[in-house]
């Protein structure tokens, strides 16, 4: 088509800040000022939204179903190693760093067994007279929260997130008093790769509470960027990074203390999504998460409200904006389950396969099957052994022959299609 047949749209102009705010959305500043950090955009859109969520606390609240629901969110950025899941985290940490004088931001290191206690430390008075504990989490690394599948652990975790009372009858065992966290809240930002969350949780885990209060946000990408070694501005002297600092403060403010209420735009919006369920991931093992996407999309809703200003309201705009962040993590969370399947067995099969290949193309010959099953005997259980051979003989990535009376094994080479 020529040129000047073409129909330019004017780009839509940008907003000036609120009142009293510095950015015009803490989001857009926050990918803005992380853009160049070897970090998918998406690692680091749902850093700023969690960071976001953990300076509201339980200041700001919805009610639907006649209760009250506020905007924490449990966030794991899960990727193989070095897609840059922990540069996004940190740096949501440091701008929560912000808010150490008012809020309660855990230790680095924070194991399960001092989390409680932590949590029972970190005491808000708001106005002199609301009280509550809410703590702000960024777990670089899941496995020192979680080491292990603990069902007692994973309730109390579930628990928290209702912000339903917690109370341990035994934990202070010298005094004889219990400990009671009468409005608890947590919101949990952590790193893991793929591999961990399958060995962490059992495949009746994703049939559980926890896991479908937990917003899962996948990216397999490992992109490359400069290392800009000549660059000498620091964050503490841009610009922008004071704005956000200046913004999250402001956002996490006891001036934003009140129920948001919805706009009829708004509310019609989210009850026909909540009653078609538009775009519900179909997975198997997402099908509890399933249950609990209107809850997610409301808390996202008040948070994109609160991006962009100190607003009394939630409009159709937020609530769209919202939808365009929940979808967009849903679109990819099936694909853990496909990485997921690349650790495990998987990943064995293809190291056996490079382990016979290499056999075979050195010595000339196939492997002997006492061979084969001395290599599995240390890197899988004993149990699926048998199983993993038979598999990849059936997949045509191994042969089986008679060799010298015993049975032995040739790796077919995938790229010419036939055994060495």
Request: glycine letters at 6%; one cysteine or more.
């Amino acid at each position: 088509m020529p040129e000047d047949n073409v129909v330019h749209l004017p780009t839509p102009p940008i907003p000036p800040p609120a009142p009293g705010r510095k950015l015009s959305s803490w989001v857009a500043g926050f990918l803005e000022l992380t853009d160049g950090i070897q970090s998918p955009e998406i690692f680091r859109k749902w850093a700023a939204i969690t960071a976001i969520a953990g300076a509201l606390e339980q200041k700001i609240w919805i009610r639907s179903q006649k209760e009250i629901l506020y905007p924490n969110l449990y966030t794991f950025l899960v990727g193989p190693s070095g897609s840059g899941k922990t540069r996004a985290l940190r740096a949501c940490n440091n701008l929560w760093q912000e808010l150490r004088e008012s809020h309660y931001v855990a230790p680095i290191k924070l194991s399960k067994s001092s989390l409680i206690d932590v949590l029972a430390k970190a005491v808000r008075v708001i106005r002199g007279t609301e009280q509550f504990n809410s703590l702000l989490i960024a777990a670089g690394e899941l496995g020192v929260l979680l080491p292990g599948y603990d069902s007692d652990f994973m309730n109390a975790l579930t628990y928290i997130y209702d912000r339903e009372k917690y109370d341990e009858q035994f934990r202070n065992v010298h005094k004889g008093e219990p400990l009671v966290i009468e409005k608890p809240q947590i919101n949990l930002l952590a790193c893991c790769t793929p591999s961990f969350l399958t060995e962490l949780m059992p495949a009746g885990a994703w049939e559980q509470g926890f896991l479908s209060r937990v917003i899962i946000v996948y990216s397999g990408h490992t992109d490359i960027q400069p290392l800009d070694l000549l660059g000498d501005e620091t964050q503490k002297s841009n610009p922008l990074a004071a704005a956000l600092a200046h913004d999250i403060r402001k956002i996490g403010s006891e001036d934003n203390y009140r129920r948001l209420q919805f706009t009829r735009g708004a509310a019609d919006t989210i009850e026909h999504w909540h009653i078609n369920r538009h775009g519900a991931p179909d997975h198997p093992r997402l099908v509890n998460y399933g249950s609990r996407r209107t809850t997610h999309l409301l808390k996202l809703s008040m948070i994109a409200a609160l991006d962009h200003s100190d607003a009394e309201v939630i409009t159709a705009e937020d609530v769209s904006c919202a939808q365009n962040w929940l979808a967009e993590a849903e679109t990819y969370m099936p694909d853990i389950f496909k990485a997921m399947a690349s650790g495990g067995d998987a990943q064995i099969t293809m190291e056996l396969h490079h382990y016979i290949l290499e056999y075979n193309t050195r010595k000339g010959q196939p492997v002997p099957s006492q061979q084969v099953f001395s290599w599995l005997r240390v890197r899988a259980p004993s149990n699926s052994h048998m199983d993993i051979v038979n598999l990849m003989i059936r997949s045509g990535m191994i042969e089986a022959v008679t060799s010298g009376g015993v049975v032995a094994y040739f790796a077919r080479d995938h790229d010419k299609g036939d055994s060495l």
